[in-house]
T-cell receptor, first 111, second 114 residues
Framework: SQQGEEDPQALSIQEGENATMNCSYK?????LQWYRQNSGRGLVHLILIRSNEREKHSGRLRVTLDTSKKSSSLLITASRAADTASYFCATALVGGSRLTFGEGTQLTVNP | EAQVTQNPRYLITVTGKKLTVTCSQN?????MSWYRQDPGLGLRQIYYSMNVEVTDKGDVPEGYKVSRKEKRNFPLILESPSPNQTSLYFC?????????????FGSGTRLTVV
């Protein structure tokens, strides 16, 4: 199975609300990354958090990493309709040579 | 503009007819990779390349070939396409060894094999 697994698979919220997505993984990582994909388009890199970091912010995005629980969360604050997309976590293993992606969370933000 | 360019964007072909999907990046990245995306299966890596003339198999390499003769180009070749290769394909690049930095993705190639 995939190294990273997102939860929930789908999330529907109203504009202005916060959206939280979770990612769990199985083995030790070098870093964990979050990507956004608008329908059928290429993935866009959002944020990278390294294994020795616990929290990172970028604009309205907040990412946390708990290596003891092997989990990460992505929080989007004050969501907008334009945030509607699929969000993927990807893990880079220690000493690994590539990223492994989860299956994604489909976020719908209703106006 | 820094980008990964894939062509074509859409392609419909017949079983067994050889095709090539091109990928080019203008960021001088060492690492390049191909993924396919299928509903319910997420993104699966097909092949990757650490640098010129260095390529390796990903999770689903069967039925695909790649080459890396120049740093900027990483074409994906389907010698004899079959319907189970109908998918959305993405090329991606990264400055160095895959995973240590974020990836830049192309816009995707939607391939249909009939």
């Amino acid at each position: 199975s995939q190294q990273g697994e997102e939860d929930p698979q789908a999330l529907s919220i109203q504009e202005g609300e916060n959206a939280t997505m979770n990612c769990s993984y199985k083995t030790s990582i070098n870093n964990l990354q979050w990507y956004r994909q608008n329908s059928g388009r290429g993935l866009v890199h959002l944020i990278l958090i390294r294994s020795n970091e616990r929290e990172k912010h970028s604009g309205r995005l907040r990412v946390t990493l708990d290596t003891s629980k092997k989990s990460s969360s992505l929080l989007i604050t004050a969501s907008r309709a334009a945030d509607t997309a699929s969000y993927f976590c990807a893990t880079a293993l220690v000493g690994g040579s590539r990223l492994t992606f989860g299956e994604g969370t489909q976020l719908t933000v209703n106006p | 503009e820094a980008q990964v360019t894939q062509n074509p964007r859409y392609l419909i072909t017949v079983t067994g007819k050889k095709l090539t999907v091109t990928c080019s990046q203008n960021m001088n990245h060492e690492y390049m990779s191909w993924y396919r995306q299928d509903p319910g299966l997420g993104l699966r890596q097909i092949y990757y390349s650490m640098n010129v003339e260095v390529t390796d198999k990903g999770d689903v390499p069967e039925g695909y070939k790649v080459s890396r003769k120049e740093k900027r180009n990483f074409p994906l070749i389907l010698e004899s396409p079959s319907p189970n290769q109908t998918s959305l394909y993405f090329c991606a690049s990264s400055p160095y060894r895959g995973g240590l930095y974020g990836y830049t993705f192309g816009s995707g190639t939607r391939l249909t094999v009939v």
